[in-house]
């Protein structure tokens, strides 16, 4: 019924535009026109056609809008709303001296020009900061909720804007990341990161061209996964020249968290007191720990140094030292764990067959 309304509102108003609007025709005209009435009929019927087709766009749009907003967390449409009233308001307080102003007739245009681009920027500035800060905002429209207090209480820690690095986009993980659910709060993707993984996409090197193409390939999959989470973020410093610098300040300006996997810029920022997530870190953390004793279903892949051992790698690159492996190469079989060794260019594990072991 209603998508019949906004169709017939749009056919009797193109209808209606068109009968009324030949009298705005030159006169000259108007005297070369056999039949007034005749010409708005037909002009009056162009404007129902144009209508129609309209009132179809529009209410496609009205439809999908609608469908979005069904399918938006209950938190992000009630911040989203405030942002964009607050922005209204803003807009409207700052805007009132504007018309206040003696402009001249012939200038009189810039009063709503002036009032119709303000209101558009500063409804999406809101909604942006909204989308930003949205639990803060919420936090101070319901300031007795049981999140709130906990809060107060410091029970509870907020959780902080990630900021995301190229590196980490490139990576990959960070989807899968996400996916698990074990990352929390915003992901803001900075415009100046988006121009340099854009850059590394056209670079004439084939494996940089490679690795960024990738890297805009993950970073669209996860604004269609997670649309509500990802915002990308306009902010830049014209006066800092190199990204990692810029990172590091847009991480302290929003008092934010950077989310990175370079360790240079993992150090670099830890000494300017942001707080930073390396991806891996948190890898190597994850990383089971082999006891003695503990079995591996392991494929040999290559001889190692001894001509009885056999070499082969754990999912995570993990070397696995196999004893008397050697003729199992291009197998795949049960090891044993016998012991392992941490090295500064990693940790090594060293097993035997299965069917080998003594008891």
Do not use: W
């Not at 996409?201 to 084939?206: E, I, V």
């Amino acid at each position: 019924m209603l998508d019949a309304i906004i169709i017939f509102s749009f056919i009797l108003a193109g209808a209606g535009i068109g009968f009324y609007g030949v009298e705005l025709l030159p006169n000259n005209t108007l005297e070369q026109v056999t039949s007034l009435e005749g010409l708005s009929l037909v002009t009056a019927g162009f404007g129902a056609l144009i209508g129609f087709a309209v009132g179809l766009t529009a209410q496609t749009g009205y439809r999908r809008l609608e469908r979005q907003v069904r399918e938006m967390p209950v938190d992000v449409l009630l911040s989203r709303s405030v942002g964009l009233v607050l922005g209204l308001l803003v807009a409207n307080l700052l805007l009132a001296p504007i018309f206040l102003l003696p402009i001249p007739i012939e200038f009189a245009f810039i009063k709503p020009l002036a009032a119709v681009l303000g209101s558009v920027m500063f409804a999406f500035s809101g909604i942006s900061l909204a989308d930003t800060h949205g639990r803060a905002l919420l936090r101070l429209i319901n300031p007795h909720s049981v999140e709130t207090m906990l809060l107060a209480e410091g029970t509870l820690k907020p959780s902080t804007t990630k900021v995301l690095d190229t590196s980490c986009i490139i990576d990959g993980r960070i989807e899968d990341l996400l996916g698990t659910g074990f990352l929390e709060g915003q992901i803001l993707v900075p415009q100046f990161v988006l121009q340099e993984l854009q850059q590394v996409a056209d670079a004439s090197n084939d494996q940089k061209r490679v690795r960024g193409r990738r890297g805009l390939d993950i970073l669209n999959r996860m604004q269609e996964n997670f649309p509500e989470r990802i915002l990308i973020h306009p902010a830049d410093y014209e006066d800092v020249p190199t990204v990692d610098a810029k990172l590091v300040r847009l991480a302290q300006e929003i008092n934010g968290t950077l989310l990175t996997n370079d360790y240079n810029l993992n150090k670099v920022a830890s000494l300017q007191k942001v707080v930073v997530l390396n991806i891996n870190d948190l890898a190597q953390a994850i990383r089971p720990a082999y006891l003695p004793g503990d079995t591996i279903d392991l494929k040999i892949v290559k001889s190692g140094k001894e001509p009885t051992q056999g070499v082969g790698y754990l999912n995570d690159g993990t070397m696995v030292v196999v004893e008397d492996g050697n003729p199992y190469i291009g197998d795949e079989l049960c090891v044993i764990v016998t012991g392992a060794l941490q090295t500064s260019a990693g940790r090594m594990i060293f097993a035997r067959p299965e069917a080998t072991v003594v008891a």
